[in-house]
Structures are given as structure tokens and as C-alpha cells.
């Protein structure tokens, strides 16, 4: 079963045949708003999906459908704002519960954000080819939100992995494979091996001891700990793979997560996304003069 289909299941009936009639494969989102029509993200716009405001009971029905009705089990999950569903990344928001600054989950439930993910073959063939000639290259993955940098990376690691070289990819939100428990859903190659459901850092040191990796793959640096193992794992000869936030390497150069990776010299190249009249364009340069 494909995403779309998938996210369809989650939906009120009537809200899943108005997807089903309005949409194909180039869905990116759907958004779920209290008192507000749900509406579905194409090529960087909304299409509303109903003219009637969707429910607060509505909206608990699709998060107690993605938790298998234990909304409760997924406390470490919704601390970071997010919910995990069979490779779909579920953000939601409301009010929130904190303890001791921290966010430990939520009293109530205003709106949630359905990601569809896509296996696109072919994308950013061009980058692809200069990644992988003489060898595997390190590259950093750049673009803003919603832009394509999971689906750049998917493929990255599928043509990586299909010319027999071992990647380890660190899969915190099974987004990446969409491991449902027997299968994954979208395919990383032959030669890969999938961590799902470990914090990055952890899951690369854990990659690294125990598979013997080649390439290790991992989604969203946003922490010190990444950055720190991505230097151990790269200084083992392994080359790295990843994706970051970021619209060019000027903006993330400004930012000093950023700059400490990047100064750190361990990415080669920088693949650059970025969409104009829904189209997207890539970008690969050097980071090593």
C-alpha cells in the first residue's frame, strides 16, 4: 500500500474519497485543522478537501488511529511534536504539557500535519552520478522544509546501495524505509541496512559496531550529538550522507550548528534543493577547495 493510501485509511470516510477524487501522487501534505476545512498540499498550495470545519473529535479519531488507540505509549514521540505511522510523519499541535521546561506532551490537540512520503527514481540523477564517481563522496543535503530532501536522500542511498556498497542508514522516524514490521516500504537497496526508532546519534554508533557500513545515511542533523557522531563514523573511513535545514550554504553558514559541521571538513559536497513554480532544482557543489 502506497502513502497516500495509507494517510487515506486515517481519514474520515468522507474526507478520504475527497482526497482520493482531488489527488494523485503529487499530494506533499494534509493539513488537519480544528474548526477549519481540512485541505490537501500540492505544489506548495492548499485545496480544501471540504467545506465543513473538521472536529476536535475528528482530529482524535485520526491520532488514535495512527497509535493503534495508545496515544498514551507515544509520549516520547509527541515530545518532539510529531507522530510516527508506517513511514508517514504525523506533526501536530495543541496544548501542550511541560515539566521543568520540558515538553512532555499534550493536554489537547488543535491541528495535525500528515507528510506524504514519495519514492521518485531518476530525481537529481545528475548529483547522483557525481556523488558516486571515484567513490562514494560525503554530501550534505540542504533545503528549506517540505522541499525534497528525504526523497533526494531515499534516492541517494537506493543507487549507493545498488552498486554493492554497504550503507548503514540511521532511520529515526521511519521515514526513510517505512518499516511496517516485516517489510520496507520503499526501497533502499540491496545493500542497505535500516536502524529504525533509535535517536540518530545513537542508532550511527550502533551501525558502525555491529554493520560494518560503508556509507551510513541519516535524515535532519539538528543536534550536537549528530554532529559529533557523524565526526566519529566519518573518522572510522565510513562517508556520510545527511540532510540539514537550509536554503543555500551562505544561510547555513549563519547558523552555528551549521558552521561547526561544515568547518569540520567532513562533507565533500553540498546538494542544494530548491522549488520555483513547483518545480524542483538541484544544485551540487564543493565544500573542499
Given amino acids: 500500500m502506497d502513502a497516500l493510501s495509507q494517510a487515506r485509511e486515517l481519514l474520515p470516510a468522507e474526507i478520504g474519497q475527497a482526497l482520493e477524487r482531488e489527488t494523485n501522487c503529487n499530494a506533499e501534505e494534509i493539513r488537519l ?3 477549519m476545512p481540512p485541505t490537501v498540499l500540492i505544489a506548495g498550495r492548499e485545496k480544501r478537501l471540504s467545506e465543513t470545519g473538521f472536529t476536535q473529535v475528528q482530529l482524535m479519531q485520526v491520532l488514535e488511529k495512527a497509535t493503534g ?13 510529531y ?23 499534550f493536554r ?38 517540505g522541499v525534497g530532501k528525504t526523497t533526494a536522500l531515499r534516492e541517494i542511498v537506493r543507487c549507493i546501495s545498488e552498486k554493492r556498497v554497504r550503507v548503514a542508514v540511521a532511520d529515526e522516524r521511519n521515514e526513510l524505509s517505512a518499516y511496517n514490521g516485516s517489510s520496507y516500504q520503499f526501497d533502499l537497496g540491496p545493500c542497505t541496512d535500516v536502524m529504525v526508532d533509535v535517536p540518530k546519534a ?6 558502525l559496531r555491529g554493520m560494518n557500513p560503508q556509507v551510513a545515511a541519516m535524515d535532519e542533523i539538528t543536534q550536537p ?16 550522507i545527511a540532510t540539514a535545514h537550509g536554503g543555500s550554504l551562505e544561510d547555513m553558514l549563519r547558523r552555528p550548528l551549521y558552521r561547526e559541521l561544515i568547518s569540520a571538513e567532513i562533507f565533500e ?14 544544485r551540487l557543489e564543493e565544500l573542499r577547495r
Fill in 33 to 35: 485543522r480544528v474548526g
Fill in 69 to 81: 488507540a495508545s496515544l498514551h505509549s507515544y509520549t516520547a514521540s509527541l515530545s518532539r511534536g
Fill in 83 to 105: 507522530i510516527s505511522y508506517r513511514g508517514l510523519r504525523i506533526g501536530v499541535c495543541g496544548q501542550a504539557v511541560c515539566s521543568d521546561g520540558e515538553l512532555t506532551g
Fill in 108 to 145: 489537547s490537540y488543535s491541528s495535525a500535519a500528515i507528510r506524504i512520503p514519495h519514492q521518485c527514481r531518476g530525481v537529481c540523477n545528475t548529483a547522483v552520478r557525481q556523488i558516486m564517481s571515484d567513490g562514494v563522496k560525503s554530501t550534505l543535503i540542504a533545503a528549506a522544509p
Fill in 202 to 207: 545513537q542508532a550511527l554508533m550502533m551501525l
Fill in 225 to 240: 550529538e549528530d554532529i559529533k557522531a557523524i565526526e566519529d563514523i566519518a573518522g572510522c573511513g565510513v562517508a556520510v
Fill in 269 to 282: 559536497k553540498l546538494l542544494t534543493i530548491t522549488v520555483r513554480d513547483g518545480s524542483r532544482s538541484y
